[in-house]
Each structure stands twice: as C-alpha cells, then as structure tokens.
C-alpha cells in the first residue's frame, strides 16, 4: 500500500485529488459557496418581504417572478447543494476512512468523480439563473402541472425547453443525485471492507454509522424522485402528458414520488449531524456516550419508518382522507427514535465535567434550536391541525428550526473540532464564541415571531401580503420587519466565521498542538495533524468503543480506541 | 394580540383547541427538556465537576428513564390523534345535511364561484358562473355549504382562514369539502400553492350574509340571467 511519503503536484493534490480528506474539504468549500449564494437569495426576498415593491441595495427591483424562482431556488440549494455536501458528501468523505483507521476510501477515483459530478450540477443551477426565463420557480417541491405543463417555459421549441430554467432545475437535481449516490456507495463499501483490525461494527463511531444509515436511506428512496424527474423533464421538452389530466395524467402522482424521497431526505441531513453531536458531546462531558448501541438501534427503526411517512407533506392535497391516519401515526412513530436519540444525548451530559468549547456550544445550541423544531412538528403530525396550518409560516418556521441547526449548526460543531486535526491549524476561540452567540440570537431573532404570523394564517410564497387583510395588518408586519432584519445580521455574522477562517488558515502549522487537542478517543486524533495522503504511518488496530472516558480505575481520563488493553465490551449489553 | 385569526365556523373552535391541547404537552415537554439539557451544564462543569461518572447507558437501570420519557411522549401523542380523529372526519366528510351547493374553480389567477341556479343543483343549465378577479361568493350563515373544488390549469390551494379550511384545488380530480360560517362578515380566500406571476393577488372573498340577503342577492342574480344561456 502506498503511504504518505510521495510527492504530488499541485494539480494531483488539491484539484483532481483521490484523497478523500481532499474530497471531503472541496465539497465542504463548495457548500460554503452555495450557502453565499442561497443566503444571498434569501437575503434579497427576506428584505422584499418587510419592504415590498422598494429596491433591494445590493440587487435592485425585484419582479414577483423573480421572487418565486429566489425562494424556490434558496430552498433547493439550501438542501441539495449545503446540506447534502456539507454534512452527508464533506464529513462522509474526511471522516469515515480515517475515524475507521484506513487509507482512503474504497474507490478513490468514483470518490474524485462524484465531487466533479457535483460540481458541474452546481454550474448548471447557477447558469439556469441566466437562460431566458430565468431560474425555476414553481417551489422546491415542483408540483405539476406548473412545473411540467409549459406554465413555467412555454416553449415548443426542444432545445429551448432543455435550456428552460425548469429542465436546467431538474438536470442539476439529477446530476446532484448521482454525485451524493457515487459518494453513498463509497460510504458503504468502505465502511464494510475497510475497517482496521479490530474495528467491530459495534465499535465504530456514531457518525460512522449514522452516515452510512443516511446514504442508505438516500439510496432506497431516491429511486422513485429519478424516475418521476424523468417524467417530469419529458412532460417539459417534449410534451408528454405523465402528469397532465388532460392526457390520463396525474400531478398527485409526482406529490407521491417527491415526497416518497423528499421525507427520508429530512432524515438524510439529520443524521449526520447528529452522528457529530454524538463525536462532540462525550469529549466535553468526558463520559461514555449514554446508551451507544440503543441509539443505533433507533437510528435504524428510523430508517425504516422514514419511507412510510411521505404523505403527511400531502394531508391537504386531495389524497383520499382515510390515508391520513396511517400518515399521522407513522409520523408519530418516527417521533420516537429521534426523541430517544435526542434524550440520550442530553443523558451523555449528566454527571459529566462538561467544558465549555466552541464546538460544544454549537453542539448544545443545536440541541436546543432543534427542540423547538422537533416540538412544534408535534402539531404539524397531526393531521387535523395540518388542515390549517399547511402552506402557512408556521410550517416554514417549523422546518427552519430542524434544519437550520441541523445544517448550519451541525456544520460549524464539526468545523470548530475537527479543523485543527484537518489542517494543523487552530480557530480562535473568542471569534467562534462571537460566532456562535450571534449565529443563535439573529437566528432566533429571523425566525420566533414568524410562528404568530403562521398561526395567524400567513401562508407561503407571497411576494406581497398587501392584499391580505389577515396579515396586511399590525404586528405581523413588524414582525416581517425584525424577520429581515436579524436575517441580515445572521448574514453578516457569517464574515466572523470567514475572518477567522483565512486568518487561521494564514497561520503556521503547529502538528504537536492540533495533533490531539481536545483528548478525544477516536482513531482520527492517532494520525498527524494534518494527516498525510494516506493517513496513519502504521494501521491502526482497534482494542474498544469510540467513547471510552472517565474509566473507573484509570489516571487518564481518555481511553483511546488504539491503545491495548481491555475492551470493556461486558458492560456494554442492554 | 390574537393567536389565531377570527374563527367564524361551526369546526374552526374544534381545530384551535386541538392547538391549546397540543401547545401544553409541547410546553411541558420543552421545559423538561430544556431543564435537562441546561441543568448539566451548570451542575457538571468542570469546575464542581473535575471527575465524570462512567455511564454506557446501555443498561435497563439508567436507559429505563429515556423510555420513560418516550413512553409519555407516545402517550400524549397517541391522546392528540385520538381527539383531533372526529374533527377530521368531520372536516373531510360531507355533513348529513347539505344546504347550499356551489362550485369553486381555481384557476391562475382567481377562483370561479358557480352558483347552482334556480333548481339548486350543479352541473344544469340554469347555473350561474361569476368569474371575476377580487369577486366574492355569497353564502348564507348557519347553513352547510358543500362545494365542489375544481382546477382548470395548475394546482392551487383554497384557504379560507377564518373557517381554518383548506384543501388543494387539482386540475382532473373534483375533491368535495364543506363550511359552515356561523357570522355575517368578508373573508379572504387565498391561493397556498405556487402557481405564477399573480399568485401573490390570487385572492377572493365569501361573503357570508343572512338568509334574507342571501335569498335577495341569488333571486336578482338568477333573474338577471334567466334571459341568457348558462354559460357553465
């Protein structure tokens, strides 16, 4: 086996790289990038939606079709080009291997081509912002027949519709699919050939085994969305009727593929971020994490769950009533695991000698952005009260209490602790505190009031309420207003982030000081810092669990997953 | 400040207080939490804490209290689905009784009333279509209005907020729903689903009035156009 010691050129080393620390930090860079441009969007309909109809500094007037195609493509970017890159594609790639105590992943070169694959689809959802008609904008979900009817393109010439905005949508859609399929393949195989000695399933960490169950539930699910986006791109380019009723079609039809897909995606992102709280947690509290092997368990019920639950996105759209219940109770159901998995994390706290860094305030403000996300997807389950509040803000409000601290939050946990092992550098600690306080407080801020204007009956994807006398009105407005102002600032903390960023990234490499700083377990903090092509001078073998702490009996409070000695595997059963 | 916007149907109380019912299990399930997820954090700093406990939590004696906590959470769940079951029913099925049958036709950018004529029954020749921009359906209070949702093009959605009825309107299927307006008064519809460039004004009202107005408003109506062809 090759090891670290070869030269590469640059070329071979940080652009068409098979490294999968490589891989894994170019489509982190890349979700950085696409995070700029969906905040960009939201930036600009978030200050329309306070002040409609004045220009926007920075942009300009903005026409009521350029908003729908903002909000429709903030949303698809949000998900598939930061969410799915940054927490599934940019930590699968930079920890798997390593934390399982191997070289590289089990197909390099598939590895290099997903990112390229995805890179492209990036492009072609950026150029679709340029063709005539601009981007798409039917909404994230694409419902037909607007999506598919010529509503949106209307064009019978078949290269302009397949330069249309909507085809442009669907071909980025797809390529991105291939890239994160690619990718989850990898995940998988690497994960069940690859592991070092010793390295049992049970004894893998938990983001290891969460971002396998993620890729797993993304490759059972996405099967009917490529199919159903098939159809989706000939009822566009060349005039077939699979979702037009007019011609023996069916736009619920799509309703059911998207959401077959577009519910376990939820759980896709979910997962692997939580697989980093559960890295995180047991590190700052120095103790075990609570309930290891239940918290698999759970993981994968949710997995199985997750592809019965869809059609709680459609308790309105004309599916026959009597489905719902068995929509409702599943989404009840699914409830369960990440309760348990959310309880045990909190669990881990208890009778810790919890400290208090970066990376541990993100972890815990997760938690708590996450709660009210999880809680008020209480009253959304029920189908009753789904009646009222579907398409309204409060259901907007609800999914950006999960994924914003899933994605964002999640995403700067992981950055603030792994970045000295990945690059032998550290971030400063007081700019990522600043970080961290007003990333919570401006999210907050965003995103509190617009729960009352839900209630309230404001409902999606209006450029303008001026004509709704139910939101057109005191103190809603007001609310829009706080909305996009702590919007703005919750943009504007960012750049703390980014200074911190280059101006660490300018500083010289110290391998003694990042090699393990926070007294973890896991097998990534053995390799040097950075680690080399290759990873470990000497593979690895693995004597224990991933969260060996505060073991009775012993001085040192970290028991590596490396160093020989007992297992403590006896304590281990439920 | 009101929570929910005027509820002026006979339902509409049956789904705000499945809200206040589910609002209190949310709260005590937010305080629990937020006390369990907090209370470490200044019990067990290092500082009063310098040593962890080891604790797998794999075993029945320390994970029992996490099922605990998932057991209740089911069970209060399991309480939420059972009493919002007959609201749903009763939402989503007809009434036994049907008053008033009307049709509203979605289409980009408003909807399309069509009033059943003379012999009260859709889809006949008398029948009268009102398809105007900013138009209102009149109805009269106290009375099960059924209406037959319908799109022409794309899909959108029909929210009347102050009954807290929605449903989709989709182009090829009729879906069947009903209201009951319990006060005279103006009520925004309004479009929940995408459909273009107007969706943003894609508003209609009901009118809801009494049963002397509404009689005078469809007998000057029907009259008005006994001498034309239904144009339905």
Redesign the interface.
Known sequence: MEMSTHQQSFWNKYIFSTDHKVIGMQYSIMGIIMAGVGGFLAYIFRYNLAYPGQSIPLFGHLAPLQYNAFVTCHGMIMVFWVGMPILLSGLGNLLIPIMIGTDDMAFPTVNMLSFWIFFVSALVLLTSFFVPGGAFGGGWTMYPPFSAGGYLNRNPDFFKALFSGTSLMILAVALEFVAMLMGGINFVVTTINKRAKGMTAFRMPIVVWFLNIASLIFMFSVGPLVAGAFMLLLDNVVGTGFYDPNRGGDPILWEHLFWFFGHPEVYVLLLPALGVLAEILPVFARKPLFAYKPIIYLALVSAVLSVLVWAHHQFVSGIDPRMATFFSIGTILISIPFAGIFLSFMATLWGGSIRMTVPMMWAIGFIALFLIGGLTGLFLGSNTFDIYAHDTYFVVTHFHYTLFPDVFFGFFAAVYFWFPKFTGKTLNAALGKLHFWCTFFFFNGTWFLLFFNGLHGQHRRINDYSSFSLINMEPYMTFEKISTICAILLILSQFIFLYNLFTSLAKTKNPELTKNPWHSATLEWTADSPPPHGNFKVYPEVYRGPYEYSVPGEVDDCYAQNVPGPSFENNENL | ?????ENVSTYGQ??DD??WL??V??MI??VV??F??L???IK???SN????????????K??K??LI??IA??GS??V??YV??D???E???LPAKADVHVGITAR?WNFIFTYPGPDGILGTADDVVIDEMNSSLHVPINKNVVFELRSQ???H?F?L??T?????A????T?IRWFNITKEGKY?I????????????M?NFVLAESDDKYKHFTDSLYSANSHKTASN
């Open positions: 400040m009101q929570i929910f916007p049956k789904i499945l809200f589910t609002l299990f949310v399930a937010f939490s937020l369990v997820l209370y470490p954090l067990n700093r290092q804490s310098p040593k962890a406990q080891y604790v797998t939590g794999n075993k029945m320390n994970f209290w996490v906590a998932l959470l089911l769940d399991f939420i689905l919002e079951h609201t749903w029913t939402i989503e099925s980009q093009d794309v899909i959605g929210f907020a102050n807290r009825l929605k449903q989709d989709v182009p090829g299927r879906i925004d309004s479009c929940t689903q995408i459909c273009g460039i107007l969706h943003s004004k508003r």
